[in-house]
Structure formats: structure tokens, C-alpha cells
């Protein structure tokens, strides 16, 4: 019986892990980020908890590539999955798969007695040697994680356990076969039969697969089929687990719907219903627990939350059956993982139910199983954190805190957060960690705003005293820091972006274990490129010099500025536009071109370089800098290529339109689709080009581009308000005398695409209405009246576009339309007296105001005799929402 009750103890064990196993996924869910090249690099923050010396800076990672949880990072939790997950011996694993090989070769062996004991031992002799091992439960992946402890899992390794695999489903098969008259006693069948459902629990521990699941039901259909289950000691015990371990093994099962795999998870559910026939009770939680995992991996919310729904219901009768926090979390993690068209209350705010039915629940008892752990609210976290909403921050901001309060109120009640039980302190721990902290920060720099960056900041110093208080899994690491540094950066604050650099140098040279890299300092010198302030090229320039200078006195090469360094420098030049900045980024591009691997241009590189020569007004140039790509044997991609066109498109010179679509069409002949940017450069081009039929041909453009939209599934090539506008565009610089019905129009075609007419849109039919010709009839200048007035009243009345500045000032022109002197003087003032109600009488206002009205009615209505009249002598709330930082310029031109 030794045997026997040894695999039972194996079974029981393996339920307990995988249930652990897939908690510890949870979090990792969302709460940590998507690949980026700045997870890992080093950065700090200037506030005072950083300067203080108390700090001590975090350690890195072993590998940049590593994507697992926080959480399994921790020392703690590290020692916990120590204590379960053994690594895999591969040398004995494959010594005892070689016996296993040599044992199948024997001939009649369902006939042998000796046989089946043979197997048994073989299989639990193979279940002790691989006691469990970690994989990757992602229904995309099938790629095998890290063995938890010192030691990885190569792809010979990764090989030998599937291998092991098979030979544990044939060794199953051929105990099948053995004969009924060898398993006549109750002692013999316990052993095989448990022997068999360790069997199944292989199935469970290998790779993800298209068979785990399928594979895994036919033993135990077979079992089944031979009554096995019967008469045997604890045999609805081991029928649970064996049932438990197919539906497990469903769970992980790859779907592939275009070859015919079935759904793992609708099986896994078919399998407990039919446990339950069978048994005629309810099966343990876990079982459940096990099938909520299967739809939530998938993000099967219906499903899931229909389960859960039975559980609660159930659980008034059968309190064995009360969902506790893997249940909960199951459901929730279905919710994260959902990819369809959220329909009714958000996933995010339905997540927010279940935790906050669970802490009341918690409450009311004070059972543990019901209290949320880290997970549960880093799932939670992650969902709000990734929500495309201006509250996403501050709501995830809201969770994490009260997962902070909830831990705080758990210690002062002097109520454990961990049990004795290994497996119960991954369950219950609610202590907060780094990922919870790193998904609102990385929310917060989101939103690319002051305040985004002083909660940012506010973050990490909740972080460090949460460290000093004793809770090292909040310890702030290098991804924490990257966040600052970034936000700053996109914050347009290169100053203090730069003053953390300062202080992450003397970190690293406080601590020897900073692990210091390129990456912050290219952040501070796209900050730079960002800046609109003077001298920013020189800050850049002694950026790169720090980082050649640390390099060298330090030894440390991944300090060394590569590729992305100087193509940040030659973005700042291109900001900076001193004389001969487009000379400085050729010299920057031929050194780059010269150096080793590391500094090789890219094509992002090249774009740049492209770039400036555009701003430089040289798109010869530019188009030289691509024909050079182009016979070097580099593809272009299509943003180089938009560079070009954009070169020619923004020249004034006589062909630069003419030259821009060539390059269009040079772009289609090589194979590489042109986007709505590379058609609306080209329409825009047009359209302050002299040709003589530029409207037919923008027209003509424009239709083609509408044509490919409608046929092509790729997004790039969606029609969006870039084209919508630069036809508008077309039409109010042209001679036409229906370019107001045609910009008009436009809005119409915009509205019929699915596109949502933007303020611009409204304001370039109203730059229309103001660019009419003064000898124009009655006729179209008055219509041209009418529709600013309905354009002016549509945008008063409406919820979210309002007129600015520029509507106002396109509206005093449109008043010079009006013929009848009294009209025109009533409408001038009408239109005014609005301007300053709203608050946005600017400098260009006042200065339309003057050339449209006339000295006499301009000193009238602003209140002044004579003289230069500025906003700033006026009544500030007739200017409070105005931009008045550019001056008015009298030379305006206009059409006569």
C-alpha cells in the first residue's frame, strides 16, 4: 500500500501546486508592461527620499528579457516555490526515460504480472525525479518558462519532457491492458488505478499542447471502461483527482479552431458535468477552480462568470462548494484577458464589484479565503491602468491604495497576511509589491502631464517608505525609475530630467551593483529634441560627452552612446535649427556609417536625417539621401519615404507638388504601400502649388486614396482626418467660387466614413466663407454668410466643439461680405461682442477687427479714442481663453 498511498500524496500535491501556480500568473497578467527596451535601465528621482543616503539602490535583474512576475522575483516568494518546485535532474530524467524506452520493447507485456508493478515503479520512480516544472499557461504561447530555482530549461531539456510524456501515456496504455484477472484484488487496483491518475497528472505539467487534453481523456475514459474506479480504497478521492487532472489538462490545451481543435475549456466543463452525474454530489471547489481557469486564460467572461454564479448559488446548501480567492480571481482574470467588444457596465468596474464583494464578504466573516490577495488587486490594477480613459490613473491609483489600506488594517489588527501552510502564503499574501506600483506609473506617465509626473513622484516616495517600514517586495527597481525619467522627459521638463541623470550617476557611484546604461541618457536627450529652449544642442552634445567620459573611467561599455544616442542628437539639432544643422546631422550620419555595429544607422536613423534636410528646405537632397538607401540594397520603409514627399510637399519652389506624387508613385512601384500621410502631403502640396488643374488633380487623389481604404484590411491605409483636412485645405486656397459648398461637403464625406468632424474641420469651411473674392456676386457672397451663421450657431450649441480664436477671427473677414453698410456694421458687432463674451478676443482678432470694421466702429466697440489699441489694455475677460502669444501682422493676405 506504500506505493499506492505514495502516489495519492503526489496527486494531492500536484492539485495544491497547479492551483498555486496559476495564481502567481495573475499579476503578471498586465501589472508589469509590454516589452520595452527601457524595463531594466537605470534611473532615480531627485526628491528628497532619493538624496537621502538611508537609500540603498535596487539591484538588477539578471536578464533585460526577462518578463516574469515581480512577485516570483521576491526573495520571499522565491523561497515559498522553492519548497514545491524541484528542478527538473536532467541526467537522471533521461537515464530512467532510456529504461522506460528499453521496457516497452518487450513483447506481451499486458500478459506479464511482473509487468504492471514494473510500471508502476517506472512511473512513480519518473513522477519523484520530475516533481513538477513551471510552464507558460498562455493559450498563445507554448514557449516553456524557467524551472523555478538556479537552473533553466533548454530546449533539449524541453524535448526530453515531452518525450518523458509519451512514455508515461504509453506506460498508462499498456497498464490498461493488463489483464482484469491480474487487478482481482483491492490492493492492486488502489495501486493502479492511482498509479494511473499520477499518469494523468503528467498531462497537466508538460507544455501547453493541441493534444494535453484529448490525450488525457483517453485514459481516463479507458479507466472508465474497465471500472477501475470501483472497489477501490479512497476511489472517489482518486476519480476527483483524475477527473481534476483531464480537466486541468483541457485547460492548457492550445485551441486551434482552423484545424478543428476543440475548445479545452467548453470540454473541461463537460468533463465536470459529467463527474457530477457520476458521483451524483458536487466534486471539491478546486475542481471548479480548475475549469474557471480554463475560460479565464481564454477570457471567456459568459462562461466564467456563469460558474461563479452556480458556485454562489450552490454554496447556500454546500458550503464546501464557497468560491474563495482563486475563484474570484479566475473570474477576474477572464476579464483581463478578454479581447472582444466590451458590451454593458465596463470589465474594469464589473472587476471592482467582485473585489469589493469579496472585502465585504471578508469583513462579515473574517475567513480568510474570502480576502483578496496581491493578485486579486493586481489584476484589478492592470485592468483600470490599461483603460483608455482620462481617469485610467487615478483609478488604478484608487486600488492600489486600497489594497495598501487593507495590508496596513491587517497589521495593526494583528491579523496574519501569511499561514504556515507554503501554499496558503502565495493564497492569502496581500502584501503590495513593485507591480502593483509600476502599472499606475506607468498610467500616470501616460498621460504626459505636470500632474501625471508629480503623483508619479509622490508614488515612489509611498514606495520608499513602505520599504523602510519592512516590506521589501516594494523595494523601488529599475523600471520604477525609467517611469520618472520618462514622464519627465515627455513632460517637456529636460531640466529636471537631466538632474535625475546627475543623481543616478552618483548612485552608481555610491553603489557598484547600479547597473548603469545608455537608456536614461538618450530619454534626456529626446528630452532635449522635445524642448523649445535655447541652447539645447549643447546641453545634448555634453550629455554624449558624460556618457563617453563614464564609459571610459568606469569600463562599462553599455554606457557607450550606439545608434538611438546620435539619432536623438541629430533630433535635437533639427529642433534647435541653428545655421548649418543639416550640415552637423551629415557629419553625425557619415560618422555613424563609419563606426562599428553598435552606431550602424538605422532607418530611423536615415529619417531623420531626411527630416532635416526638409526643414532645411533641400528635398534634392533628401531624395539623393533615399536613392542612396536604395542602391546600398536598404528597402526604404514608408516613413522615409513620407520624409521625401514631405520635403517637396512643404517647398514652395515651382514643382515641388509635381515632384512629391513622382515620389508616390516610386514608392508604389518598389512595393511599399503608401499610408493616408504619404496622399495628404501630396493633396496639401497641391494645393499651394501654381498648377493650373491642382483641384481635379487633388480631387483625383483624393479618390483614389478613398478606393484603397475601402479595399485594403490593412490600418495605415484607414481613411482618417489627415486627407479629409488637406482637401479642405486644396479648396480654400483655390479661385473656385463653390469652394465653400465643396469644403462643406467634405465634412459630409467625413461624416459617411465614420469619421467625427473635428473643430479644424468646421474651422476651414469658415476660413472658406473669409476667402470668397470681394468680386463675387451678391449671390455666393451671401451664401457664403449663411452658412458661417449656421456653422457659428452649430458650434455654440454643441456639447464638445466650441469656437476659439481662430473662429472668431475667420468670422470678422466673413463680415466684410456683407454689402449693406448697416448689415455689416450690426453683424461686425454681433460677431465682436460674442468674440469677447467667450473670452477669446486675441491680438489677430483685434487686428482683423480693425481692417474689416474700420477706424470709427474699431475705437467704438473697443472703447478707445484713437492710437495702437493691444489686448492687454482691454478687459482681460474679453481675452481669458485667447492664445496672444503671436503678435497680429497687418500684411495679411487675401484674396481681392
Known sequence: MSTARSSITVLRRMHTLLQLHHQVKYLSNGTIGAKRRCCYASVSSPTEWMISKRFSPPTTPSSPSSHTSLFERTEQQHRTLKRYFGSVDSQKLKNLYQECSQFLQRDNLPESTSAGFHIVRLINDLSKIWDSHDFDDSIVSMKAKSIVGEQNVSGKEINLLRKVVDVVDKLAHILLQIKQANMDNQKDRTRYGATLSLALSFWTKCPPGKDNGIRANKILERMEELDIFTEMEDSAMIRQISY??????????????????????????????????????????????????????????????????????????????????????????????????????????????????????????????????????????????????????????????????????????????????????????????????????????????????????????????????????????????????????????????????????????????????????????????????????????????????????????????????????????????????????????????AGDERIKPDNVTYSSMIKAYAYANKPEQAEVLLRTMEKQGVSPPQFCYNGVINAYGKNNNPGSARKAILILEQMEKNGVNPDIMSYAICIDALGRSDEANRVQRAEEMFSRCIQRSTESHQKSNKVSLPIFSALQSVYIRSDDHEKVQKTLKVIKVMEENGIKPTLTSYKHVLSACSRVPRHASEQIKQKAVEIAARILEFLRNSNDLNPDSQTYNSLLWVCSLVSDPKEKYETINAVFKMCCQDGFLSRQCLGSLKQVAGNEQFYELVGHKQGHVDVTVLDPSWSRNADNIQNFSPSRRRQK
Not at 449 to 456: F, L, N, Q, T, Y
Request: glycine content about 6%.
Open 244 to 593: 481534476g487532472a483531464v480537466i486541468q489538462a483541457y485547460c492548457i490545451t492550445i485551441d486551434d479552431p482552423q484545424d478543428g481543435t476543440v475548445n479545452g475549456a467548453i470540454e473541461a466543463r463537460k468533463l465536470l458535468e459529467r463527474l457530477e452525474s457520476i458521483q451524483g454530489y458536487d466534486p471539491p471547489l478546486r475542481v471548479y477552480n480548475s475549469c474557471l481557469h480554463g475560460f479565464a486564460i481564454r477570457g471567456m467572461i459568459d462562461e466564467a462568470e456563469g460558474l461563479l454564479s452556480m458556485l454562489e448559488e450552490r454554496s447556500k446548501t454546500n458550503n464546501q462548494l464557497v468560491p474563495d480567492v482563486l475563484t474570484y480571481s479566475a473570474c477576474l482574470n477572464a476579464y483581463s484577458k478578454y479581447t472582444g467588444k466590451e458590451v454593458g457596465k465596463p470589465l474594469a468596474e464589473r472587476a471592482e464589484d467582485i473585489l469589493r464583494r469579496m472585502i465585504k464578504r471578508y469583513d462579515s466573516t473574517g475567513n480568510l479565503q474570502f480576502r483578496p490577495n496581491q493578485y486579486t488587486f493586481g489584476t484589478v490594477i492592470g485592468m483600470f491602468a490599461k483603460r483608455n480613459t482620462a481617469n485610467a490613473a487615478k483609478d488604478a491609483d484608487r486600488i492600489l491604495q486600497m489594497l495598501i489600506s487593507l495590508a496596513e488594517k491587517e497589521a495593526k489588527t494583528n491579523v496574519s497576511t501569511y499561514e504556515e501552510d507554503a501554499e496558503d502564503s502565495e493564497k492569502y499574501s496581500i502584501q503590495p509589491g513593485v507591480g502593483h506600483f509600476v502599472s499606475v506609473l506607468l498610467a500616470y506617465k501616460n498621460q504626459t502631464s505636470a500632474a501625471g509626473v508629480k503623483r508619479i513622484e509622490e508614488l515612489l516616495v509611498q514606495m520608499e517608505q513602505l520599504f523602510i517600514a519592512g516590506n521589501d517586495q516594494v523595494k523601488p527597481n529599475y523600471q520604477c525609475f525609467v517611469i520618472y525619467l520618462d514622464a519627465l522627459a515627455k513632460a517637456n521638463n529636460p531640466e529636471k530630467a537631466e538632474m535625475v541623470l546627475s543623481r543616478i550617476e552618483e548612485l552608481c557611484s555610491e553603489d557598484k551593483s547600479f547597473d548603469l546604461n545608455n537608456y536614461g541618457y538618450n530619454l534626456v536627450i529626446d528630452a532635449w529634441a522635445r524642448s523649445s529652449k535655447s541652447g539645447r544642442a549643447k546641453r545634448a552634445e555634453a550629455i554624449i560627452k558624460r556618457m563617453n567620459d563614464i564609459s571610459s573611467e568606469t569600463g562599462n561599455k553599455s554606457l557607450l552612446p550606439d545608434k538611438h544616442t546620435y539619432t536623438c542628437l541629430m533630433n535635437v539639432l533639427i529642433t534647435d535649427r541653428e545655421q548649418g544643422f543639416e550640415d552637423k546631422c551629415a557629419e553625425i550620419l557619415s560618422m555613424m556609417e
